[in-house]
């Protein structure tokens, strides 16, 4: 399948178009670098290094003789984004290139807008590419399980029924986020939901939780095609930030009463998720979600598995609760339907102790690139 993946220099971009690319898929990448120029603004940096596009690109072409298309540009730009799919004529688009973090939309008004025009722009010029060039390709959108808030009542795969006054309907299951970057989520999902009834478009919108992990299938050809690992309070997911916070010997950050809860995946379910959905398509005029994620943890449980593992390994890990800078429940019911994926056929990577155990010594490999003040900066949500 010729597949265009979107943000593919990103965190899950890259390792996405590796996995594509070795099971035989003919792939291409677009990135503007904008998580990068990000990171960069904002003074923090990848724990590991990370080569550009361009480098890795070779880099995987020698290792395994295969080719990836790279395209330089914004996607919010329409003649970049139109010259791409003519030329390459997708039959799939994984598209995850978005402005990702929920702290940096909330920083000041400038990355608010940055946040809006990006994710809505390049999620309506996908939805006009594909009509105008190739109406027939699976859009596989990333949402986020952030879309759907914290309800007190059980959380649907995307659906959910209705009945008022007597009569039926099927409605998309309510959302409320608790952030900007969250709400241009909710909003390229209207987006989507009312193409796809206009065009007959088909779509995919993986509703994921937050991703933790590094290594996956791929990266083990060569270090050098890790994917980027953020460990500071914007752009790194709260996992990935506890362990990087245990090696360096700063107290995890427990946000407040620690009881807020979400669905977590390990990278390497990411990628399985996205083949899946890309393996068995959407109908035409089908607006598909699935609730990407394989556990629940609570920050308190997360920050107790962090602490066992740094004791296997001889590190005293201290968790410390501190002031919310965020404006959420700290403490509320959560119970997320996840059989979607799992009927396709996902096999579940779950977060065990040797999988925290590995992501430990990858840290500890790196810990002289640690920066304690980058970790946290209490950024305020209200
Ligand atoms: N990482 C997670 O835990 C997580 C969880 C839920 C949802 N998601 C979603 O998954 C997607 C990928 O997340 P990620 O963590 O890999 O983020 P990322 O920032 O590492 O990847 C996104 C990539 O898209 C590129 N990009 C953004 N805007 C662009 C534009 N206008 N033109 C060209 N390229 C552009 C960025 O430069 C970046 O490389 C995002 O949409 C994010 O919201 C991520």
């Not at 950050?253 to 083949?275: A, E, F």
Request: glycine share 8%; with cysteine.
């Amino acid at each position: 399948m010729r597949v265009l993946i979107l943000g593919g220099d990103g965190y899950l971009g890259w390792p996405t178009a590796m996995h594509l690319s070795a099971q035989g898929h003919e792939v291409a990448v677009a990135d503007n670098y904008l998580r990068r120029n990000l990171m960069r603004e904002e003074d923090v940096e990848s724990l590991s290094p990370c080569l550009n596009l361009n480098e890795r690109i070779r880099l995987w072409k020698e290792h395994t003789g295969k080719e990836i298309v790279i395209c330089i540009g914004d996607l919010n730009h329409w003649d970049f984004i139109a010259r791409i799919f003519k030329e390459f004529q997708p039959e799939a688009i994984i598209h995850y290139a978005e402005q990702p973090s929920a702290p940096y939309s909330m920083l000041r008004r400038e990355a608010a807008t940055l946040t809006i025009n990006n994710n809505l722009g390049v999620t309506a010029n996908v939805i006009f590419a594909v009509r105008e060039f190739c109406p027939d390709a699976h859009i596989v959108k990333l949402g986020t399980m952030g879309e759907y808030g914290t309800p007190n009542i059980d959380i649907e795969e995307g659906w959910i029924d209705i009945e008022h006054k007597g009569r039926k309907e099927k409605f998309l299951y309510p959302r409320q986020a608790g952030s900007l970057y969250h709400t241009t989520k909710i909003m390229d999902t209207d987006l989507l939901w009312y193409y796809v009834r206009m065009w007959d478009l088909r779509v995919t919108d993986l509703m994921q939780g937050p991703v933790y992990g590094i290594f996956t299938g791929e990266s083990e050809v060569d270090a050098s095609l890790l994917t980027l690992f953020s460990y500071d309070e914007l752009f790194g997911t709260v996992l990935n930030r506890f362990i990087v916070q245990a090696v360096a010997g700063y107290p995890l950050t427990v946000y407040g009463k620690g009881g807020q809860t979400r669905g977590y995946l390990n990278i390497k379910d990411t990628l399985n998720c996205v083949r899946l959905s890309l393996e068995n398509p959407a109908r035409n005029g089908e607006l598909r979600i699935f609730n990407q994620f394989t556990e629940t943890f609570s920050v308190n449980e997360l920050a107790g598995k962090v602490q066992s593992a740094g004791k296997q390994l001889g590190i005293d890990v201290e968790i410390k609760n501190i002031e919310n800078p965020r404006k959420e429940l700290e403490e509320h019911y959560y119970n997320p339907q996840h059989t979607g994926l799992l009927d396709l056929g996902l096999s579940p990577n779950l977060l065990t102790d040797t999988a925290l155990g590995q992501m430990m010594e990858f840290v500890l490999r790196h810990r002289a690139n640690i920066a304690q003040h980058k970790i946290f900066r209490g950024t305020k949500w209200a």
